[in-house]
């Protein structure tokens, strides 16, 4: 048998624009994982157990829920629809259908129909965009590829970019880069992921965020669709993207320099675009005032807006975190990017770049 784990994520900087060509943002691992354990079965069956449900089915089944996925990514890059990928997501039931598309692909694409035992866990909370169906897809695929000796970083990331493909319909792919490559990631759609380099993150063993869960769920997919939308409707807004970009180019400096406090304030900034592309609440605002309050150098959503998490970066975050859960919100500190990308638990190690 084989373990392999992945994080889960925040974005710093840039949500939303970097679902753009041109478009940039600033991802970190976190230190929650999910983990998923793999064993070759011998009876032509895949099964897979997680937090959703139990499902087994021949391996047939789910190399032919890869082919049908793959023939429906193949039509959207044609039309530009991308509601046929989540009608698959849509029709296998307990939602498990991005767990059987992975498994599907790795046996078709490894000519291995002997089936396989999947048991998925993940300490990601689910639904505060922070990047759980990445996490699971990742190490779901850091474990098959293991258990057949094919661990390659490469092809998780893609795997866990098809898994989130199936959810989002069109996501940037900052998420599975993120967690399948760990650290702090640079991410330019339409270029190489870049991982950062920052010396004085790695000696504080992450840069502690506080996180609060607004308690509000809402799909990426929709708030992707909800911004498509807006900048459709009101082409004036999309100098908003533009200025978010010029926010994470100067994250990236402000993050190697390790200036929090200017880090804060760009927070902030990146926040007021979020809220003028309309993807924040009432809720978020809430945290993200009292985060401010409370004595945060900045605060802002994090992912894809609409509910999910908040992010204060504070020079006490444990207090901002008091502070949050005083007012009824779910919170806790993370330590971000100095978290390691995909990784296989017992044998082998391999990731990064
Ligand atoms: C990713 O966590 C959040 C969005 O930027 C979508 C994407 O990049 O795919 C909103």
């Known amino acids: 048998m084989v373990v392999a784990s992945a994080p889960g994520k925040v974005i710093l900087f840039g949500e939303h624009g970097v679902v753009y060509k041109g478009g940039k943002a600033i991802a970190a691992a976190i230190n929650q994982r999910s983990y998923a354990s793999v064993e070759r079965r011998g009876d032509g069956h895949v099964l897979i157990q997680s937090d959703l449900g139990i499902s087994r089915e021949p391996v047939d089944k789910a190399?032919?829920?890869?082919?049908?996925?793959?023939?429906?990514?193949?039509?959207?890059?044609?039309?530009?629809?991308?509601?046929?990928?989540?009608?698959?997501?849509?029709?296998?039931p307990m939602r498990l259908g991005p767990a059987k598309m992975i498994a599907g692909r790795v046996a078709r694409d490894e000519k291995v129909y002997d089936g396989f035992t999947i048991h998925i866990n993940t300490r990601v909370p689910s639904g505060c965009h922070r990047g759980t169906s990445s996490s699971v897809g990742a190490a779901e695929a850091g474990g098959l590829l293991a258990c057949l000796d094919r661990f390659d970083v490469r092809r998780v990331d893609e795997l866990a970019y098809a898994a989130d493909r199936m959810i989002v319909g069109s996501p940037s792919g900052i998420d599975s880069t993120v967690v399948t490559y760990g650290g702090v990631v640079t991410f330019t759609k339409g270029e190489e992921p870049k991982q950062m380099n920052i010396p004085s993150l790695h000696a504080?063993?992450?840069?502690?965020?506080?996180?609060?869960?607004?308690?509000?769920?809402?799909?990426?997919?929709?708030?992707?669709?909800?911004?498509?939308?807006?900048?459709?409707?009101?082409?004036?807004?999309?100098?908003?993207?533009?200025?978010?970009?010029?926010?994470?180019?100067?994250?990236v400096d402000v993050l190697k320099s390790y200036d929090l406090s200017r880090a804060g304030l760009l927070m902030n900034h990146n926040q007021w675009i979020l809220r003028?592309?309309?993807?924040?609440?009432?809720?978020?605002?809430?945290?993200?005032?009292?985060?401010?309050?409370?004595?945060?150098?900045?605060?802002?959503?994090?992912?894809?807006?609409?509910?999910?998490?908040?992010?204060?970066?504070?020079?006490?975050?444990?207090?901002?975190?008091?502070?949050?859960?005083?007012?009824?919100?779910?919170?806790?500190v993370v330590a971000c990017g100095a978290e390691n990308g995909v990784r296989v638990e017992n044998g082998l190690r391999r990731s990064m770049f």
């Open 276 to 332: 003028s592309l309309g993807v924040s609440i009432p809720r978020i605002e809430d945290a993200c005032s009292i985060a401010l309050r409370a004595g945060a150098y900045g605060a802002k959503l994090t992912g894809a807006g609409g509910g999910g998490s908040v992010i204060a970066l504070a020079e006490h975050p444990e207090r901002i975190v008091e502070t949050w859960r005083t007012h009824g919100f779910d919170a806790d």
């Open 204 to 251: 504080n063993g992450g840069l502690h965020l506080a996180v609060a869960d607004t308690g509000v769920r809402v799909d990426t997919g929709k708030m992707v669709a909800l911004v498509r939308r807006t900048l459709n409707e009101r082409p004036e807004k999309g100098r908003l993207i533009g200025e978010m970009n010029r926010i994470v180019e100067e994250g």
């Open 63 to 92: 190399v032919g829920l890869a082919n049908e996925f793959d023939s429906a990514v193949e039509a959207s890059r044609k039309t530009g629809d991308y509601a046929p990928l989540r009608s698959l997501y849509e029709s296998e």
